[in-house]
């Protein structure tokens, strides 16, 4: 039996196969469209398929890092963005997430939840993610 969980606004799809959990995930850089597939547990297909805000807040988060081969995710990297964004309390999440946007990211990643969610740009940026 196969559960597939699709976003309107988000472009990712959460997996479920005969017990096997995935995340599909499309990267846009530059000129090429690819996809990335995201090993996932149980606990975080449940996450993502009962909380949009925070499946929206992970597409964005990993979506950076992975436009690029130099940054793509690590399996433990990968982990780490799931257990924090998907599980971690919500402070946590918004400093990990600030941390990401304002470093590297430099405000790719509040500009794509402001897309897919419609939250305030200036709020995201100033780290109140689940507002």
Known sequence: ????????????IALEKDGDYSLNISIASGIVDFGVTVSLEKRDFEVISTNELRAALLQAAMHHPFQLRQTALSENQQRKYLDVV??????????????????????????????????????????????
């Open 1 to 12: 039996m196969e559960n597939e969980i699709k976003f309107q606004n988000l472009r990712m």
């Open 86 to 131: 998907l599980h971690a309390p919500e402070s946590e999440v918004e400093d990990f997430l600030t941390e990401l946007d304002h470093g590297r990211a430099n405000g790719a990643i509040s500009n794509m939840v402001r897309i897919t969610t419609n939250q305030d740009y200036q709020s995201l940026r100033n780290g109140n993610w689940f507002n």
